[in-house]
Structure formats: C-alpha cells, structure tokens
C-alpha cells in the first residue's frame, strides 16, 4: 500500500490504485467501500458526457509514500469501452498540505472535456456525522451554512441530472466564487480544498452528495475543463487539500500563503483610501426615463456631502442609456451634451470631491452597430459554437419589460484584439470628462463561460478568460494617468488585486449564512463597498450596520438610483452620517489600518459578531454587534457588555 499525507487527512492505495480510502488516525474519517478519487468526462461529438470512473480502472503506482504518480495507459468508460487516452495522477505531500492534479495525455477520436481531480469522497470528517459541521464557501463574500448535507440537498435538480448517482452543487471561479477554495469546519479540524493555478483557468468548485435513500456522504469535487484534443497533452490545475486541527482562518491562510505568490495589490490612491463610499446614480434608466441631468449632478454631490459622501458613481450618463448600446459610449444631449458633463465634473472636483463615469466591460448590445461588425465574431461560444446571451428584464411602471424582457446581450471574449482595442478606446472617452475614476462594470465578476471559439487568441484552450481577461485589465490600468482610479463590480481576487475599489455584489449585505469575514480576512487589502440597501426599508440601519462592522464601504444607491438622491431618506442619511462620524473618529482602523477578522477569543452568543481592526502601528479595536431583535452579552478580555437589537460597542484593546 501506499500513503499520501494532506495534514491529518490520508490517502491510502493498492499498487494499482483499484483499492482506495481515506481516513485520519484517530477521527472518525472514512470514505464510502466504493469511491471514486477522479473522474472524466469525454465528449464524441454526440455523447458529451460520457462518464470514466476511477473505480473501474486499473492503474500502477510508481513512486513513494508521500509522493507516488498513478499512472493509467488507458481508460474504460462506464460502458466497457476502451480509449487511447494517458492519465497520470499526481499526488504529493508538502508541508501539512497535498498536492493532488492530473495531467493527461489524449491520442483518442474523443475529447477529454472535463477532469475531475480533486475528487474527495468522505462518510465523515472529524465528526461522526455532517450535522455539526459547518461549511465555508467563497460565493462573493463569503456563505456559511451548518450541516453542509442541508446544503447539497438543496442542489437536486429533480430532473436535469445524474442525481440517482449524486446531488450536486457547482459554483464556477473566478466568479460567483470569489476564491479558488471552500472547506468543511468539524470538530476542532478544518478540512480545506484549494485549486492553486496561477493562470486562473476556468473551474467548478463543486459539492456533491449522496442521493436519495443513502448514507450521507460529502464529495469535494474540482472539475477543471482542458478540453484536450487528439494529440494534446494537458496538465490540470494543482489541487491542495489539508485537514488540520483550527477553524476556517486555517484554510484561509492556506490560501492566502499561496496567493501571496501572486497576489499584487495595486498601490492605493489617497483619496480612494479616504472614501467613505459613494452615490450610485443612474440618469436615464434601462428603459429610456431620464432621472437625472448633468446639470444634476452638482446638488446631488451636495446633499451626499451632508452626510459624510464625497463621490458620485454616475451610470446611464450616455445617448443609449444604462444597459443599452454597448460598448458605444457618447453624452447624451437630452442630458445636457458634453460641455456639461465636463462642467459639472469640473464643478464637483473643485468642491472637493470625486466623480467616477461608467462603463461595461464584458456585455454587447446586440441590437447595436459594434455587434454587427464586430461583436459577433469577439462574442464567447458555448460548445455548440453558438454565443452565450443574456436577457435583461428592467421595467418602470408597467408589466410588459419585466416579464418579457428587453435588453438581450452577449458577453465578449477576452481574448480578442478588437474588445481589447475596444476597451482601451473606451476608457480614452471616459478620461476625455477628467473623472476621477473609471469604473468597468462586471470585469471583476462575471459567468466565466468556457469559449469554443477556436479563432480567439485562446485557440483550443476553452477555459482561459481570466487569462486574457488579466492581460486586458494591465493594458487600461498602463494609460490611467497618475491619480486616476479604476473599479469594478464583485471581489474576484485574481482581477481584484489590479483595481483600486470593488463594487460589491454577492454577499454585501446582511442575510443569514451570509460570512463577509472569509474574503475580508483573506484579502484585506481590497476596498469593497455594500449593497442593495436602496431605501428606508424595515432593516436599513442593520444593513448599514453590517457595513460599518465589517468596514465596507457605502453605495448609496436610493431607488436603485433612481427619483431622488440621499437628500429624499432623511432617516437613511441621518443614521449614514453617524456612522460615518464614528468611523471618522476611528480613522487610523477604519482607513489607515485594515480588517483583521473575527475576534474568535470574544465569548459570546452565535448571533453577535465581533470583528478586529488594526492599525498601522499594530494597535487593534474590537467592534461587536448584535444584528438580531434579542438581547446578547458578549465577553471580551474579562469584561461583560451587553447587546440590544442592532447595537454595536466599539472596545479598543
């Protein structure tokens, strides 16, 4: 036998690899009597699934304990049927960690769509069951969920798939999924599944269980998508797996120590660092309303500094208003024409404050000229060769829009020349207003689709968006003058590093099983706002609340931008400003310094939160919250407070 070490977790095998387990010495850690530790999906052109188990294959293993290669000559389907097709399993320990990826190698007349490896089958972690455990998964922000099997149950299709086989959740990165990791917190232990590639290649993080009427079991599952060709030999992504004694920050470090390789936060801009947040404002909305003018903009940046803002982020400002005409970007003469769109930036930043212009950086209208001369040739194409679309359902007053739809898209591929070009045109026009940011819209977080278009610059190679995405990013941040910012909407940390804040999405605001901790405490350094909180809703200081515990910054976005600005929620803005005022007070944690991520020594109920800032100079505050309508006493070095509804407490330690 042989054995490969991944901290506490152990991967034992036969010479030929058709004996396998898992288990922990001393927990409670097993795998099913029949599992697969890798899986592969061929495609024939009319079969696009064709399923190859590693419970039916016979391989040898070369090598030692520790670090062995499993290696297949051929394969066998589910079927019997036989393909010219290598696989080498690589499997090594490092540290407290395995390394554990494949490569394989297809000289077939199928293609090697998708490889599953990682592939990790457990009956049990450090428990003897699921129902304690607590699942940690990177989607946006971060989500949390006791009982991971009340999770993945959740993901039955009914239908659509295999679920007589498993029940499975598939979450892509880069996007939804913010990191390139997720894990399982029981009993003291953390088991932690990371995929360390730094060319970001398009993967499934996927969770699977057991169907119906059967044993729980919890697979850990990274599908990677080489698309291999005959004659082409493709190495996968590395997968990492580690179970170690700690709670989720031990994965997080795991994953952040990797990433540090790579990972380079672009040099703050002062006044980006400074910010507080922004109003979000659309002038002339998806379906043709005009809200706002240029003329506008100045008393909405006014009634904002009353209350501690000092940027406007202006969406719809163009002739073919929000969501329309992309990537075509001209001012608008219903808005007041150009000369008063410079003014009125020129007015804004005189005053002290900042202007931020939009723009999309991954959607074509496709009722637009762009799209017919260039847009469907740079368009992604799914694996039929035809182009992915996405169906808008903005409305007003009425039914029709948002029940039929209006605005249809296509998303770009990256690596094209002609949307690179496009991109670098685009933030030309935006500089020509001297904003003071940029800001590309969807870039930082977008359904990172596989693109079948062999005449893009990625070839064969389906699964490289934010390969050429990255390079495309470099390119418009290289013409930005000094001073001049750029953002995007979602934390994504491979495209994060290269902007100067993040418009938040998944995940920014508070909800239950939402865990804003997991990627504030990986990355740190970015600077993400909140979201969603649009008026003075039941909740609204709760949401405002989260933001402030967590040092999010503020999109004021009234209406969804629209009617009226800050000036029309007095309640809204007068709690804003507390908060801010504080914030403010607390200067060198809140901007200078840095989230630090829970204060796990604080003892206190499961529903308040308590969160570590620190300063440059090491200093560190503790904010604790009580987001929930009961009464909660929380301990922090040896002293007692107590918590009504939606209270914080600000301790300096």
């Not at 410079?342 to 074509?364: C, D, F, P, S």
């Not at 029940?403 to 690179?420: I, R």
Request: glycine letters at 8%; charged letters at 25%.
């Amino acid at each position: 036998m042989f054995y490969v070490h991944g901290g506490k977790l152990v991967f034992e095998t036969s010479d030929t690899a058709e004996s396998v387990r898992w288990f922990a010495d001393g927990l409670p850690t097993a795998s099913p009597k029949k599992h697969d530790f890798f899986r592969l999906f061929l495609d024939n052109g009319m079969e696009r699934e064709i399923a190859v188990f590693s419970s039916q294959q016979k391989g040898r293993v070369i090598g030692k304990d520790d670090d062995i290669v499993i290696t297949y000559d051929s394969l066998t389907d589910e079927f019997g049927r036989q393909y010219d097709i290598k696989l080498n399993i690589y499997m090594k320990t490092v540290g407290e960690t395995m390394e554990y990826y494949a490569e394989v190698e297809n000289n077939s007349d199928v293609r090697v769509n998708e490889v599953s490896c990682p592939f990790v089958d457990l009956e049990a972690i450090a428990n003897d069951n699921f129902k304690e455990d607590i699942l940690y998964l990177p989607f946006g922000l971060g989500l949390k969920y006791k009982d991971p099997m009340s999770f993945v149950k959740g993901g039955h299709t009914e239908y659509v798939t295999a679920d007589y086989d498993h029940v499975w959740t598939h979450l892509a990165y880069p996007f939804p999924m913010s990191m390139a990791w997720y894990g399982v917190e029981s009993n003291g232990h953390f088991l932690y599944v990371g995929r360390h590639d730094e060319d970001f290649r398009t993967v499934n993080l996927s969770l699977g269980g057991a169907p119906r009427k059967q044993k729980d079991e919890l697979v850990f599952n990274i599908a990677q998508f080489p698309v291999a060709e005959k004659g082409e030999k493709i190495t996968c992504g590395k997968g990492v797996i580690s179970l170690i004694e700690g709670n989720w920050k031990k994965g997080a470090d795991i994953y952040r120590a990797w990433a540090d390789s790579w990972y380079r936060p672009v040099k703050p801009i002062e006044w980006i660092k400074d910010s507080p947040g922004w109003q979000r404002i659309i002038l002339k909305h998806q379906f043709g309303r005009i809200y706002f003018k240029y003329t506008d903009l100045v008393k909405i940046y006014e009634n904002g500094r009353k209350v501690g803002l000092d940027t406007l982020l202006v969406f719809g400002w163009w002739k073919g208003c929000f969501d329309n005409g992309y990537p075509v970007y001209e001012p608008d003469d219903d808005l007041g024409g150009a000369e008063e769109l410079k003014k009125a930036i020129q007015t804004i930043r005189e005053m002290g404050g900042h202007v931020i212009l939009y723009n999309n950086g991954v959607l074509i209208d496709v009722t637009g000229d762009y799209y017919k001369t260039e847009g469907h040739k740079v368009s992604k194409k799914n694996i039929e060769g035809v182009e992915y679309r996405e169906y808008y359902m903005f409305g007003d007053h009425g039914s029709m829009l948002r029940t039929h739809g209006h605005k249809s898209f296509t998303a770009a591929c990256h690596a094209t020349d002609s949307w690179k070009n496009k991109l670098i045109e685009n933030a030309k026009v935006k500089l020509s207003f001297d904003p003071d940011a940029i800001f590309y819209d969807q870039i930082g977080g977008h359904d990172p689709h596989l693109c079948f278009d062999k005449s893009h610059h990625h070839g064969p190679r389906a699964d490289l968006d934010a390969y050429f995405k990255l390079r495309n990013v470099k390119a418009i941040r290289d013409i930005l003058p000094e001073g001049k910012g750029m953002g995007t909407e979602n934390a994504t940390d491979c495209y994060s590093q290269h902007f100067d804040f993040i418009h938040g999405l998944l995940n920014a605001d508070w909800d239950t099983g939402n865990f804003t901790a997991l990627y504030r405490y990986t990355f740190p350094e970015t600077v993400i706002s909140n979201r969603f909180c649009h008026d003075e809703r039941d909740d609204f200081k709760v949401q405002l609340n989260m933001a402030f515990v967590y040092g999010l910054r503020y999109d004021v976005s009234i209406y969804r931008g629209r009617l009226i600005d800050i000036s029309g929620q007095p309640e809204y803005g007068k709690h804003l400003k507390y908060l801010l005022d504080i914030k403010e007070e607390y200067r060198e944690f809140f901007y200078d310094g840095k989230y630090a991520g829970t204060y796990d020594e604080a003892q206190k109920a499961d529903t308040v939160i308590a969160n570590v800032f620190e300063s440059p100079d090491g200093k560190q505050l503790v904010v604790i919250w009580n987001p929930e309508k009961t009464t909660e006493t929380v301990t922090v070095c040896g002293e007692s407070y107590t918590l009504g509804e939606n209270e914080f407490k600000i301790i300096n330690l």
